[in-house]
C-alpha cells in the first residue's frame, strides 16, 4: 500500500508542470539526496510529513516501488529520529515557507489550510468574515492555530489568509487549485468566488490572463459603484441631518472637516483618511447649509490640513465667512472685507512622546502640522488683550485626524456665554457646546441625548474648569498695527488689528500651568511599525552593497508583479522590502533619498536604462507616444514628471514640465497606468494646454495676448 501524505504536508502545493518533469529527470540522474521524512504519530503505518515529490519521483524513476517499506529504505527517515522533539507543524512551516519562492497567494492558501490545527491536534474552521482587531494568539502550544498565528508563521498578511478562506468555502475546487498552483492570485480569487459556481468553472477553464483581469475589474467596478451609490445617499442624509438642526444660531463654530484626500497611488491608500473614518467630496463639504446655522455675527475656528487650505479658503467662502470675487475687469481674484473675512491663524506643530516634530506624510514636505483659519462675519469681538497664545502651539498628536482639546478651552476663555457649535464631533459634546456628528456620543449622567440628526445639547451644563492647557498667552511685545478699515472691539474695550487679527499687542498671562493632553499616538505607532518591520527584514538582507542591490532588484521584480496582476498585500510587502533595502543601507536609519547617499547610489544602479520602459518602483526615463499625447516621462516614484517631446499643446502652465499622478494604478502596467494619468488631465475640466514655443516667446518678449492662436 502506498504511504498517504500527511494532511500538514498537503497544505502546500507539490510541483507541476515543467518545473516538475525537470525535477523528475533530477532524481532519475542524481538519485534522492534529501530524504523523505515519514510521521508516525497519527498513523503506525506512517504518513509523509516532507517529500511528496521526491515520493513521487522516486516511484516514477524506479528507485523504489509505491509499496515500499519505508523504514528499511535508505531514502526515508522517521521524523522523531531527526526531530524528536519539535512539532511536527512549526518544522513543516519552516521546511515550506521559503521554498521554491511560493507567492504571497499560495502561501495564503496554506495558511488557510494551518488553520485550526495544533499538535495533532483536530481541525477547527474559521470563516472568511473572522475578525482579527480583538484577537490575541494564544500561549497554549498545544491549541488549535488560529488566522494571525498561521498568517505571521508564513509571512503574509490575516487579510490574505481571510480571502483564501474565502475563495477555499465559496469558490469551486478548481479555483482553489489555481490558488494553490500559483495561477491566480488570491485578490483576483475571491472576487471570482462571488460569481456563480458554472461563472467560476468557465473563467477558470478559460485560462487566459487577459480575460481574468477584465473579469476581476468589472466585478470590483461594480462593487466601486455601489460604494458610490451609498456614498451619495450618506451624503444627502447629512445634509437632511444638518438642516433638522433648525433655527439655532450659533454666535462661536468649531469645524473639523471631513476632507476627502485623494492619494497619488495605492500606496497611500492605508495612510488616507478614507481608512479610517467617512469623508465626503469638497462640493458636498460646501453646500451644506453651515451658514444658516451662524448667526449674523460670528466666528468660525476652521481646521485645514496643509494640502487642503485652498479648498478650505473655498468652504469658507461657502460658508459665509470670507468672500472671494473675480474683479471684473482683471480677472484676478480679490476678497471683499465689507462684512466677512479671513482674520487668523494657528499652527498646531504635532510632537511625538519624547515632545520632539513628529514627521506626518506629504509629497514635497513631511506634514507635521495643521492649521486652525479664523474668520468671522459682521461685529464679532475679538480675544481680550493679554489672553492671546503664540500662533504656533505644539502638543502630543491622537489618533488619525483628532484635534487637541485645548484648542476648545481657549475657546471657552474668549467667549464662555454666547452660544457654541462644534461640528464633526467625536464622543461625548463638550459642556456648554452643543455638537453635532456621525460619531457624537450621548452623555446619560448628565442628561444628553443624541437626537436621530446627530445633534447633542450640552449647552446647558457648565463649562468645563480652566486646566491650564498648552493654549499659553504669549507675554513677549509684539508691534501693533495693520489695516484699520475693519476694526473690532475687543473684551477688555482696546482696539486691536483688523477684524481682530494678530497683528496686536499681546501682554499678560492669565493661563495656569502647562498640561498637555493625553492623547493616543497612532501616526507615532505607525512609524514605529514600519520601522520595527524594516529592521526585521534587514536582519535577512546582506550586508555588501552588491547584495543589497541584487536583494532590491529582486523586491522591486515581485513589486512589479503584485501591482500588474493588481496584488494589495502582495505590493505592500514587496514596497517594504525595498524600503528596508534602503533603510539598512542608510545604516538602519530612515531617509531621505534626495540626500541619503547610500540608497540613492542604490537607486541609481538598479535604474532602468534611458529610454526603456521601467517596471513598477524603478527610476527611468523614456519617451511615451499615446494616442492623445507624446510626451518624455521620467519615473521617480512615487511621482511622475511629465516633459514636452514636442511643440504640440501641453498640459502645464510652464508649457515644458508637469507633474500628474493622481490615478489609482493598481492591476496596470506601467505604460497603463501612464496613459489613464494623461487622460485623467486631459479630461479634468477647465484643463489649459500651452504650446512650448508660445512660453518660449512669453519669455523673451513678454506677456502676449492670451488667444493668439498658439494656445489652446
Request: hydrophobic residues 40%; charged residues 25%; aromatic residues 8%.
Amino acid at each position: 500500500m502506498a504511504l498517504a501524505y500527511h494532511k500538514f504536508a498537503n497544505a502546500f502545493p507539490m510541483i507541476a508542470g515543467a518545473d516538475r518533469a525537470a525535477f523528475v529527470e533530477s532524481i532519475r540522474a542524481n538519485g534522492i539526496k534529501e530524504k523523505i521524512v515519514v510521521y508516525c504519530d497519527d498513523n503506525p503505518d506512517g504518513e509523509i510529513l516532507d517529500g511528496r515529490n521526491r515520493f513521487e519521483a522516486g516511484i516514477e524513476t524506479g528507485k523504489f516501488s509505491d509499496g515500499v517499506d519505508w523504514r528499511a529504505d535508505v531514502n526515508f527517515v522517521d521524523f522523531r529520529e531527526i526531530e524528536p522533539d519539535m512539532d511536527p507543524l512549526e518544522w513543516v512551516i519552516l521546511k515550506n515557507r521559503d521554498r521554491r519562492h511560493m507567492t504571497e497567494s499560495q502561501r495564503a492558501m496554506a495558511a488557510h489550510e494551518l488553520e485550526g490545527y495544533s499538535h495533532g491536534g483536530k481541525r477547527h474552521g474559521q470563516d472568511a468574515n473572522w475578525q482579527l482587531e480583538n484577537e490575541e494568539p494564544s500561549s497554549d502550544s498545544s491549541a488549535p492555530r488560529d488566522r494571525q498565528s498561521v498568517a505571521k508563521d508564513l509571512n503574509v498578511s490575516p487579510r490574505s489568509v481571510a480571502r483564501a478562506a474565502k475563495v477555499a468555502e465559496q469558490g469551486v475546487p478548481e479555483l482553489a487549485e489555481a490558488v494553490r498552483q500559483g495561477e491566480v492570485a488570491v485578490s483576483a480569487a475571491a472576487e471570482i468566488a462571488t460569481l456563480p459556481k458554472d461563472k467560476q468553472i468557465e473563467i477558470i477553464k478559460a485560462a487566459d490572463p487577459a480575460a481574468l483581469s477584465v473579469v476581476v475589474k468589472d466585478i470590483r467596478a461594480q462593487k466601486t459603484a455601489e460604494k458610490k451609490a451609498k456614498r451619495a445617499e450618506k451624503e444627502q442624509q447629512l445634509g437632511r441631518k444638518l438642516l433638522a438642526i433648525g433655527d439655532r444660531k450659533a454666535t462661536v463654530l468649531y469645524v473639523d472637516i471631513d476632507w476627502r484626500f485623494l492619494t497619488r497611488s495605492a500606496n497611500g491608500f492605508d495612510r488616507s483618511a478614507d481608512n479610517h473614518y467617512p469623508t465626503s467630496m469638497l462640493i458636498d463639504i460646501m453646500k451644506r447649509p453651515v451658514s444658516d446655522m451662524a448667526a449674523k455675527d460670528a466666528v468660525i475656528f476652521f481646521w485645514a490640513t496643509v494640502p487642503m487650505l485652498i479648498e478650505a479658503i473655498c468652504v469658507l467662502d461657502a460658508y459665509g465667512f470670507v468672500s472671494i470675487n473675480r474683479d471684473p475687469e482683471t480677472g484676478f481674484l480679490l476678497p471683499d472685507k465689507s462684512n466677512c473675512y479671513y482674520v487668523s491663524q494657528q499652527a498646531w506643530v504635532k510632537t511625538d512622546s519624547g515632545g520632539e516634530p513628529a514627521n506626518g506624510t506629504g509629497y514635497w514636505f513631511r506634514n507635521g502640522h495643521e492649521i486652525l483659519l479664523v474668520a468671522h462675519r459682521g461685529n464679532i469681538i475679538a480675544p481680550a488683550m493679554g489672553t492671546q497664545p503664540n500662533s504656533v502651539q505644539q502638543s502630543l498628536r491622537g489618533e488619525h485626524s483628532a484635534k487637541p482639546e485645548d484648542v476648545l478651552e481657549l475657546i471657552e476663555r474668549w467667549y464662555p456665554t454666547v452660544p457654541k457649535l462644534e461640528l464633526h464631533r467625536r464622543g461625548k459634546p463638550r459642556p456648554g457646546w452643543w455638537a453635532w456628528g456621525n460619531e457624537v456620543e450621548a452623555d446619560p449622567e448628565n442628561g444628553v441625548t443624541v437626537d436621530e440628526n446627530g445633534f447633542a445639547d450640552a449647552s446647558h451644563l457648565p463649562l468645563l474648569p480652566q486646566s491650564g492647557s498648552t493654549q499659553k498667552p504669549d507675554t513677549s511685545s509684539a508691534p501693533s498695527g495693520g489695516d484699520k478699515a475693519s476694526p473690532a472691539t475687543s473684551l477688555d474695550g482696546a482696539v486691536s488689528g483688523p477684524g481682530g487679527s494678530d497683528t496686536g499687542a499681546a501682554a499678560g498671562d492669565a493661563s495656569g500651568p502647562v498640561a498637555a493632553p493625553a492623547v493616543h499616538l497612532g501616526w507615532q505607532q505607525e512609524s514605529d511599525g514600519l520601522e520595527n518591520r524594516f529592521r526585521a527584514i534587514g536582519v535577512e538582507l546582506p550586508k555588501a552593497k552588491a547584495g543589497l542591490i541584487k536583494a532590491y532588484v529582486d523586491a522591486m521584480g515581485a513589486y512589479d508583479t503584485a501591482m500588474r496582476a493588481g496584488t494589495v498585500d502582495a505590493a505592500r510587502l514587496a514596497g517594504e522590502r525595498m524600503g528596508a533595502v534602503l533603510f539598512k543601507a542608510n545604516g538602519a536609519r530612515m531617509y531621505a533619498l534626495d540626500v541619503a547617499k547610500a540608497p540613492t547610489a542604490i537607486r541609481k544602479a538598479t535604474s532602468a536604462k534611458p529610454g526603456e520602459t521601467p517596471l513598477w518602483g524603478q527610476n527611468g526615463c523614456f519617451m511615451f507616444k499615446g494616442k492623445r499625447m507624446t510626451a518624455i516621462v521620467e519615473c521617480a516614484w512615487p511621482t511622475l514628471n511629465f516633459f514636452a517631446a514636442t511643440d504640440a499643446p501641453f498640459f502645464s502652465e510652464t508649457g515644458f514640465r508637469a507633474v500628474h499622478t493622481g490615478v489609482d494604478g493598481l492591476g496596470m502596467s506601467v505604460t497603463d497606468f501612464i496613459s489613464a494619468s494623461i487622460d485623467a488631465v486631459l479630461d479634468a475640466p477647465g484643463e489649459c494646454l500651452v504650446t512650448p514655443s508660445h512660453i518660449y516667446r512669453i519669455g523673451r518678449t513678454g506677456p502676449v495676448p492670451a488667444h493668439n492662436g498658439d494656445q489652446t
